[in-house]
C-alpha cells in the first residue's frame, strides 16, 4: 500500500510539472481569471448603470461565482479531457507501463490530478468572487443597520458546505472526462467527443422533470425522471442554497433531498465513469 501511493504519489508530480507547461491548461486557467476578475468589473458597472445594488459583498461574489461556474466546468472539462491522452498521443504512456507502476496505479494518478485541478478551480474561482465582493461592498460581518445578522464565520462555514458539495458535482464531471481521455489516442479527438458528450448530457437538463419511469412497484415504487441523466445541472444546487442566505435566512440543513440527490446522481455516475476507465486501461494496447 505504501509503496503504491509512493508510485502514485511520484506519477502526480509528474502530470502536475507536465500539465502546467501545456497550453491548453494554461489558456484554460487564464480564461477562468480573465472573466472572473473583469467580469466581476463589468457585473458592478452594469449593477450601477441599472441603479442596483447588491445587499452586501457576500449577494454579489454569490452572484459573480453562479455566473464564473457556468463558463469555469466547460473550460475544466476540455482541460481534463487530455489528463490521459496526453501520455497516449505522445506515446510516454509506452516508458511509464516499462517501469514497476501498474496501470490500476496510472489511472488513480490521473484521477488524482484531476480532483487537484478540481480544488484548483474552486479556490480560483472563490478567491476572485470573494475578492471582488470585499473590494466593491466589503465582507465580515452581515448586517442591516446595527444588527448583526451572520457572524462572519457562519458564512465562511456556509461556503465552505458549498464548496464541499460543488467538488462533488465537479468531480463527477471531471471522472466522465478522464474516462473519456482513457479511451481516446489522440488531444484532440479526446475533446471533440468529450464537448459532444458534456452537450448531449446538458441538453437533458431541458426535458420536464415529470416526465421518467417508476422502479418498483405498489408502495416501494419510486419515480426516476429522465432529467437525472442531465448530472451536471446538479452544479448550480449548492448555490441555490447560498442564495437566500446573504438576505438573512440561514440555511438549516446542508443535507436535504436536494445535497443527496446530488451525492447520489454524482456519485453514481463518477463511480460508473471510473469503472468504464478502468476497465478500457486494464485492457487497451498501448503499444500501437
Known amino acids: 500500500m505504501i509503496d503504491s501511493l509512493a508510485t502514485i504519489s511520484r506519477l502526480v508530480q509528474a502530470d502536475v510539472m507536465k500539465l502546467s507547461r501545456y497550453w491548453v491548461v494554461i489558456a484554460g486557467y487564464a480564461a477562468m481569471a480573465i472573466v472572473a476578475i473583469p467580469g466581476a468589473m463589468f457585473f458592478y458597472m452594469g449593477e450601477q448603470a441599472l441603479n442596483v445594488t447588491s445587499a452586501s459583498g457576500y449577494e454579489f461574489a454569490f ?27 505522445n506515446s510516454t504512456i509506452k516508458y511509464i507501463l516499462t517501469r514497476p507502476v501498474t496501470r490500476l ?7 488524482a490530478v484531476a480532483g487537484l485541478m478540481v480544488v484548483i478551480t474552486l479556490a480560483l474561482l472563490w478567491v476572485a ?15 442591516e443597520n446595527d444588527y448583526v445578522i451572520f457572524e462572519a464565520s457562519v458564512m465562511y462555514k456556509n461556503i465552505a458546505f458549498a464548496s464541499l458539495f460543488l ?9 466522465m472526462a478522464v474516462a473519456i481521455s482513457a479511451h481516446s ?4 479527438g479526446a475533446i471533440i467527443i468529450g464537448l459532444i458528450l458534456y452537450t448531449l448530457i446538458g441538453i437533458m437538463a431541458v426535458i420536464p422533470p415529470t416526465l421518467g419511469f417508476e ?4 408502495s416501494s415504487a419510486f419515480f426516476v425522471p429522465y432529467s437525472i441523466v ?6 448550480v444546487a449548492p448555490m441555490v442554497m447560498l442564495d437566500d442566505l446573504p438576505s438573512g435566512v440561514d440555511v438549516e440543513s446542508w443535507w436535504n433531498g436536494d445535497m443527496q440527490r446530488l451525492v447520489f446522481v454524482c456519485g453514481s455516475v463518477g463511480i460508473g465513469f471510473f469503472a468504464l476507465a478502468a476497465a478500457r486501461v486494464r485492457k487497451r494496447d498501448f503499444t500501437l
Open 215 to 218: 422502479v418498483g412497484s405498489g
Open 230 to 235: 442531465a448530472f451536471t445541472s446538479q452544479l
Open 185 to 188: 489516442s489522440t488531444m484532440g
Open 167 to 175: 467538488a462533488i458535482a465537479m468531480a463527477a464531471q471531471a471522472s
Open 63 to 89: 452572484s459573480l461565482m453562479v455566473r464564473c461556474l457556468d463558463f469555469s466546468s466547460s473550460i475544466l472539462f476540455v482541460m481534463l479531457c487530455i489528463v490521459f491522452s496526453i501520455d497516449v498521443s
Open 105 to 111: 496505479e496510472l489511472l488513480l494518478s490521473k484521477y
Open 129 to 143: 468572487c470573494l475578492g471582488a465582493g470585499a473590494y466593491y461592498y466589503g465582507l465580515g460581518e452581515l448586517r
